[in-house]
């Protein structure tokens, strides 16, 4: 028992020894292996595959040969039939001037838009440099207050207008309404235009007249003129 036990002692003695001794030893330096920067040298099969030739042959020539054509001898033929009626295209739309949207008073009368000009019928128009005279003989610019007036009732409205759907010129005299109120009948019994004879708005230029209304009244009073600019500043 004594022996085995002194045994053991030497052999986990001598252990320990050699463990101490290697891990005591200094670790091996890894060897540095340059590394070859140089490409690979191209295979055969590389440069065959990567060479161009300068002309092309083509592939099957009984078969799939380019015929030879002379340019001479192609004719254009017509182009086939839609292959359903929804394939064919649309006809061009039918411009409608009965009405016409955002429109222009250039006159108490007289609108533009949509590249027309359509005069309402009925009415002797006062022009925008038109001057008038009232009954105490001020003159004063009726025409452009006729136009003021016109473009206030329109604000940019459209307009529908008695034009026939193949009219194709660039001006007409028709009758216009907005909305349900006739234009002519409007700017008439207002005083900012002249009926014409044998129109239908020779009534409404009578009573415009008696009422004195528009281009058949007095002057507007003229804007007070500031001597003076107030300072709206000025807190006290």
Same mark, same amino acid.
Do not use: C, H, Q, W
């Given at each position: 028992?004594? *022996?085995?036990? =002194? =045994?053991?002692?030497?052999?986990?003695? =001598? *252990? *320990?020894?050699?463990r101490t001794a290697w891990q005591q030893q200094p670790a091996a330096e890894p060897e540095l292996v340059e590394a070859k920067t140089e490409a690979p040298e191209p295979s055969p099969a590389m440069v065959q595959q990567s060479a161009v030739p300068a002309n092309a042959r083509p592939v099957a020539p009984d078969v799939v040969a380019i015929p030879e054509v002379e340019p001479e001898t192609l004719v254009r033929i017509a182009p086939r039939a839609p292959l359903s009626p929804f394939a064919k295209p649309l006809p061009p739309p039918t411009p409608d001037h009965s009405r016409i949207y955002r429109p222009l008073a250039e006159a108490a009368g007289r609108i533009l838009g949509q590249g027309l000009m359509v005069e309402i019928a009925g009415l002797d128009i006062v022009e925008p440099d038109e001057l008038c005279l009232d009954p105490e003989g001020i003159e004063w610019p009726c025409g452009m207050r006729a136009r003021t007036a016109f473009r206030g009732l329109l604000r940019g409205r459209a307009v529908s207008c008695d034009i026939p759907p193949d009219f194709e010129g660039s001006e007409i005299t028709a009758g216009c309404t907005l909305g349900k109120l006739d234009l002519g009948e409007w700017i008439v019994a207002n005083g900012w235009a002249k009926a014409v004879q044998e129109g239908p708005y020779k009534e409404y230029e009578e009573a415009a007249r008696?009422?004195?209304?528009?281009?058949?009244?007095?002057?507007?009073?003229? *804007?007070?003129?500031?001597?003076?600019?107030?300072?709206?500043?000025?807190?006290?």
């Open positions: 028992m004594a *022996l085995a036990a =002194g =045994g053991l002692i030497l052999l986990a003695a =001598g *252990l *320990l020894a050699g008696d009422a004195e209304k528009g281009i058949f009244g007095p002057s507007p009073m003229p *804007l007070p003129i500031l001597t003076e600019v107030p300072n709206f500043m000025d807190e006290r």
